[in-house]
């Protein structure tokens, strides 16, 4: 369960100030598969970093009681000094994790050979995709956030990343955000919807799509 | 057609869905436990990052300061200075020394903590408290691990370096490194929130050097000087430290109390930047 307790974010910019939240109270059940829709620009990405605990609301105030991915896809989180194995030893660390579990899982599914031991600068944007991907599959997350769909790899790494992200959508909940119904329809089963600052919950999918469209 | 904006469902109290919310108290120790597993975590990693591959790291902490001690030994003997209060100029050295890198390494690590490691924000459960306290902790181990090493070189070289009072010594290490975390912690801040201060931490660190002690005793200092030296509270803190090592130097500038004081204000400007160095950090890598 993620709680947003009066919940306001906003950016300065050169016109003002953009409004991303404006006091927004919601409860995420943490076991359900949640589309966020919005537009571009509407503030998805910061909602999801706000959600992540990557960033922190202006006001308010967001409690998680969940493990929590970070934002899918984030490649940002590894020390550029160390190596591949060196960065899963320390984040299977601070969450508590297998550090010989999630190695081999990761060592098999991102299939980095010998740049497996190898600093991570030294890795292409490719690799550390992979790398960050099977990470968060080993972590085993009760909830994964996602930042629109986007496939990494060859074909080959697809399939086997489409497989595994089958699977997680099995056994855990997730929060994917989307400027995409098409995306949200095929993978949630509860719709959101991010819109001047407010953030509407609605039971029904097809009924988040509809107020999602009829924006003018 | 339009859909009704309802209103936002208003949070409810966190029971249902068999989430065992915890007790405050359960709360707490089990954030400590989190913050006790980042902190060792953090310190592992700092191990790999700071002294690397390379193995020349470590000795490099043993060389820097026997250099430093060495050529200042020397050019005393060239001046012909004495030792005084029945210690050498290379105890004199060694202890001040000790001291004043355990205080500047510690506040250099701690007010470039959140620099060097902007990628940990994207976790939340390391904050750059964990990494300045993970840093203090590593940076104290390694200078103490350094003084044995020096101690046991003067030692074989036949030098008397023996320490006198080792828990006043171990408690004035401690005070450096908590003085040099609050201090490094309170730059950091600073620089999230005017990177042009810089300068400040180049000329702070010149001036509290000479005026720390390190280079002479403060009874050596004309009287009229001495009350600006002892402005300085890691001159009270050398002076201590001496004290503490040298069996027969008494440490009579050394104050604690006037120490403890600037440990509290240093907390204090610590904590205020923190807070308000907090929300410009976060987000600010993007």
Redesign the interface.
């Known amino acids: 369960?993620i709680?947003?307790?009066g919940v306001s974010k906003s950016y300065r910019t050169a016109n003002g100030y953009r409004v991303i939240l404006n006091d927004?109270?919601?409860?995420l059940?943490t076991?359900r598969h949640i589309g966020v829709l919005g537009r571009n620009g509407a503030g998805k990405s910061?909602l999801l970093?706000m959600i992540?605990?990557?960033?922190?609301p202006?006001t308010g105030k967001i409690?998680?009681?969940?493990r929590?991915s970070?934002p899918l896809g984030?490649t940002?989180?590894?020390?550029?000094?160390?190596t591949a194995r060196?960065n899963l030893?320390?984040?299977s660390?601070?969450?508590?994790s297998d550090i010989e579990e999630v190695t081999a899982f990761v060592d098999d599914f991102a299939e980095l050979g010998d740049y497996f031991d190898m600093p991570i600068s030294t890795l292409s944007s490719g690799m550390r995709a992979r790398l960050a991907f099977g990470l968060s599959l080993a972590m085993r997350f009760d909830f994964y956030l996602i930042d629109e769909i986007v496939s990494v790899g060859d074909y080959w790494f697809r399939a086997k990343a489409q497989a595994e992200f089958d699977r997680i959508r099995n056994e855990s909940g997730m929060l994917l955000v989307s400027h995409s119904p098409a995306t949200i329809r095929k993978f949630c089963d509860t719709g959101l919807v991010l819109r001047n600052g407010?953030?509407?919950?609605f039971d029904a999918l097809e009924?988040a799509i509809?107020?999602y469209l009829?924006d003018d | 057609m339009r859909l009704p904006m309802r209103p936002d469902p208003q949070p409810r109290p966190l029971v249902s869905r068999g989430v065992p919310v915890p007790s405050p108290l359960g709360e707490l120790l089990q954030g400590l436990a989190v913050q006790r597993r980042v902190i060792v975590a953090i310190v592992l990693r700092e191990v790999r990052t700071r002294f690397g591959q390379y193995h020349l790291g470590y000795l490099w902490a043993v060389i820097v300061p026997l250099l430093f001690i060495m050529t200042l030994a020397f050019v005393y003997a060239a001046l012909g200075r004495r030792a005084a209060h029945g210690a050498s100029v290379e105890l004199l050295l060694l202890s001040g020394m000790m001291a004043w890198l355990t205080f500047t390494d510690t506040q250099n690590q701690a007010s470039r903590a959140y620099q060097t490691n902007r990628q940990l924000v994207v976790y939340p459960m390391v904050s750059v408290v964990d990494i300045v306290i993970a840093r203090a902790l590593l940076e104290l181990g390694t200078k103490l691990a350094v003084m044995t090493i020096l101690i046991t070189l003067f030692w074989a070289a036949g030098y008397d370096v023996g320490i006198a009072d080792p828990l006043g010594v171990a408690a004035a290490m401690l005070t450096v490194t908590y003085l040099g975390a609050m201090f490094g912690h309170t730059i950091g801040c600073v620089l999230v929130i005017a990177p042009s201060f810089l300068f400040i931490v180049a000329t702070s660190r010149r001036i509290l050097f000479f005026t720390s002690g390190v280079l002479f005793l403060l009874s050596d200092v004309p009287a009229e000087w001495r009350t600006y030296v002892l402005y300085n509270p890691l001159a009270h803190v050398i002076d201590l430290t001496r004290g503490a090592w040298i069996e027969s130097y008494s440490a009579p500038y050394g104050d604690v109390v006037y120490v403890a004081g600037w440990a509290v204000g240093l907390t204090a400007t610590a904590a205020v930047g923190e807070l308000v160095a907090r929300r410009r950090r976060l987000g600010a890598n993007r």
């Open positions: 369960m709680t947003l307790d927004v109270s919601i409860l059940p076991d910061t970093r992540s605990g990557e960033e922190e202006d409690t998680r009681r969940a929590v970070w984030f940002g989180g590894f020390h550029p000094a160390l060196e030893r320390f984040i660390r601070i969450y508590n407010r953030l509407v919950m009924d509809d107020f009829d």
